[in-house]
């Protein structure tokens, strides 16, 4: 059996040196005292692009060079935003024990049989492995395979093309395996229907690799990078065990990120694969939810426990209630209880009027009746009178009638004659009007 230390995606970037340096630094270690015969990194070594003098550009070749000072390193082109071209071939220059080889094109590789090199297969060369390298490619690559013009129907048509690509390796393979050999195919890009860390079901048009076709390249073996979610299929229906496998991104760069993280240890003979996952030491991140103003003395429950722990704080208020949320507060509780990182996002829900059930009824009474009922109005019946004189009688009539109803109630009624106790004691008689 060979063995195959397995990484991907361990986006080396100054916000992420610290997660990723600490992973990787652990799988290198694991590996080397697995004692794997070689090691593949299947892509998106980077985060983006950087310069060469920078700490984390020294960081990921010294753990490149560990590595390669125990084997022979395959490094596979990513995907082009994280790991611009050319990139990957000054870490081949780096002085190390063992050669560290680029692919950053379709090409076969060999390990050689007496374990000192992986190099790009010649005819009579002598290997005990074989890999089939396809790495992100442009699309002036895929109008290169497939004879056609580089115009977007290309792009739209990957998954066809790389199939193709893919099952030509196949017969190659099987002569392989008959000699006793094991064959690899390394790839950097996105299953069709593979789920992403936060799981999502990658279903898009777009998504260039089909399970049917990785396992129709009847290689013992699929190497997969770009998904940052560890996930494997098995397929046994060609009379030996297939594996692809995805070891998902080395730590845990983002907040929300499902299971646990890994490389993978590969087995490898003729007869088929096996995969061991070997966990790295990945930061534990946290999701707090609120559902209104966070609670100081809740969230105080909550935090016991989560020293160490990157810790996500979400919660969701009205505009009227968003002036209460102390953040500086929330933060403060969190950091006490020792979270070594705290995130606070807020999302405030704009609040929508919405006009009374039945308001659109025919009758303005009823109407009324209802404005009345939803504002706590009293005296309904006499509003309704009203209205319904306004509704119903000549504008010069209603005015009429309410003139002689004031001139009437104008007019003070008759005096009653004064006593003679009232006149003797000076006393005025007051009479009310109204």
Not at 3 to 31: I, Q, T
Not at 206 to 212: F, I, Q, V
Not at 226 to 239: E, F, M, N, R
């Amino acid at each position: 059996m060979i063995k195959v230390a397995h990484f991907s995606d361990l986006h080396y970037g100054p916000k992420n040196l610290e997660e990723a340096d600490r992973c990787f630094d652990a799988a290198v270690s694991d590996a080397i005292a697995s004692g794997v015969q070689c090691a593949v990194i299947t892509g998106d070594s980077t985060d983006h692009a950087l310069d060469a003098h920078q700490p984390v550009v020294r960081a990921l070749a010294q753990q490149v060079q560990r590595l390669a000072d125990h084997c022979p390193v395959l490094m596979l082109q990513g995907t082009f935003s994280h790991e611009p071209p050319g990139f990957l071939r000054m870490l081949a220059m780096v002085g190390s024990k063992y050669p560290i080889t680029v692919a950053d094109g379709v090409a076969s590789f060999g390990l050689l049989s007496d374990g000192s090199a992986i190099e790009k297969m010649r005819s009579g060369g002598d290997y005990k492995l074989v890999f089939h390298a396809l790495p992100t490619l442009n699309k002036a690559a895929l109008a290169a395979l497939s004879g056609q013009v580089a115009d977007g129907a290309v792009h739209t048509q990957a998954r066809a093309i790389i199939a193709r690509l893919l099952e030509s390796w196949a017969p190659v393979n099987v002569a392989l395996r008959s000699k006793g050999i094991p064959s690899m195919v390394l790839s950097h890009g996105t299953v069709f229907n593979s789920v992403s860390e936060h799981g999502v079901p990658m279903s898009g048009t777009d998504h260039e690799l089909d399970l049917g076709a990785l396992f129709a390249s009847d290689a013992s073996g699929v190497a997969l990078g770009h998904i940052h979610k560890q996930q494997d299929w098995v397929d046994t229906g060609s009379g030996h065990r297939q594996v692809v496998a995805y070891p998902g991104s080395i730590g845990r760069f983002h907040h929300g990120e499902l299971g646990e993280k890994h490389w993978l240890l590969w087995s490898l003979d003729a007869e088929g694969a096996e995969i061991e996952k070997c966990p790295t030491p990945a930061r534990r991140t946290v999701d707090l939810v609120f559902d209104g103003v966070p609670d100081l003395e809740k969230l105080r429950e909550l935090s016991a426990g989560l020293k160490g722990a990157d810790v996500r704080l979400r919660y969701e208020v009205d505009e009227e209630s968003r002036q209460k949320v102390d953040r500086a507060a929330l933060r403060a509780v969190l950091e006490e209880a020792g979270v070594k990182d705290v995130q606070i996002e807020g999302k405030t829900l704009i609040v929508q009027r919405q006009r009374a059930a039945g308001i659109s009824t025919a009758s303005l009474e009823e109407k009324m009746a209802l404005w009345c009922a939803a504002t706590n109005t009293l005296n309904v019946h006499e509003l309704q009178q009203r209205l319904s004189i306004l509704l119903n009688n000549d504008p010069a009539a209603i005015t009429k009638t309410v003139l002689d109803q004031l001139e009437k109630q104008s007019k003070p009624p008759e005096a009653e004659p004064v006593s003679a106790e009232n006149a003797e004691t000076g006393e005025e008689l007051i009479v009310e009007l109204f």
